[in-house]
């Protein structure tokens, strides 16, 4: 059985999932498809490719808003400000924005291993 890198790296990675390739129950695109993710990849993501500048300007614009609605008359001088709801306001945006980055290009990097395989053979 011919195995791409990709496949090979996997196949390492994962006993339970090397079973199921070797018994002939799962396919190459589902083994690709299935392929855990790890930590490294993931923070390797999470700081890469303009992603941290990207979600701090998204957590700076929607906390902001967030802030000003939730928290108006603090903000006015009217009242006391909660300063862990502030803080809060624009990590929940920040976490947001960047696990929205970080899935996309892990989808990415799972597609760009479905292309390394080739075309699937007629069943």
């Not at 196949?11 to 199921?20: E, F, I, P, T």
């Not at 695109?29 to 923070?43: D, F, G, T």
């Not at 390797?44 to 500048?53: C, E, I, K, L």
Request: proline fraction near 7%; charged fraction near 15%; include cysteine.
């Amino acid at each position: 059985m011919l195995k791409s890198p990709a496949v090979a790296r996997i196949l390492h990675a994962s006993a339970g999932l090397r079973r199921a390739y070797s018994a002939g129950r799962i396919s190459t695109e589902r083994l690709v498809l299935r392929q855990p993710n790890s930590w490294k990849a993931v923070c390797r993501y999470a700081v890469s490719d303009g992603v941290p500048r990207r979600s701090f300007l998204v957590a700076l614009v929607v906390g902001t808003v967030l802030n000003v609605i939730n928290q108006g008359d603090a903000v006015l001088g009217a009242g006391p400000i909660n300063w862990v709801k502030l803080v809060l306001t624009y990590l929940v945006p920040y976490a947001v924005c960047t696990y929205g980055s970080v899935s996309s290009q892990l989808l990415i990097g799972r597609q760009k291993a479905l292309d390394d395989l080739g075309p699937t053979p007629p069943k």
